[in-house]
C-alpha cells in the first residue's frame, strides 16, 4: 500500500481498451481521488484502492468520495428499450 502512481498507466489503459474493448482493465496500485476520474475515463473498469481509503481519517467518506469522481470518469450508459 501506498506506492507511487505511475503516469504513464493513462496511455496504457487507453491503449489496452483500444485493443481488448470488452476486457477487464483494473488498477492497482496509487489510486486516489485524485486520479480515479481520469482513471475510468482512460478506460479502467476495476480500481483497487488501499491506502487511500484505509489511512484515511473517515474511510467511509473517503470511500464515498472515491466512489463519486469515479463514477464521473465513466462513459454514460444508454439503455435501449424494444417495446
Do not use: W
Not at 501506498?2 to 489503459?13: A, H, K, L, V
Not at 483497487?48 to 470511500?63: D, L, M, T
Amino acid at each position: 500500500q501506498g506506492q507511487p502512481f505511475d503516469e504513464s498507466i493513462y496511455s496504457r489503459i487507453e491503449e489496452l481498451r483500444a485493443m481488448y474493448p470488452d476486457m477487464m482493465v483494473a488498477v492497482d496500485g496509487g489510486v486516489a481521488e485524485s486520479n480515479v476520474e481520469a482513471l475510468t475515463r482512460a478506460g479502467a473498469n476495476r480500481l483497487c484502492v488501499g491506502s487511500a481509503i484505509s489511512k484515511a481519517p473517515e474511510p467511509a467518506a473517503a470511500y464515498a468520495a472515491i466512489h463519486a469522481r469515479a463514477m464521473r470518469g465513466c462513459a454514460p450508459v444508454t439503455i435501449e428499450m424494444n417495446v
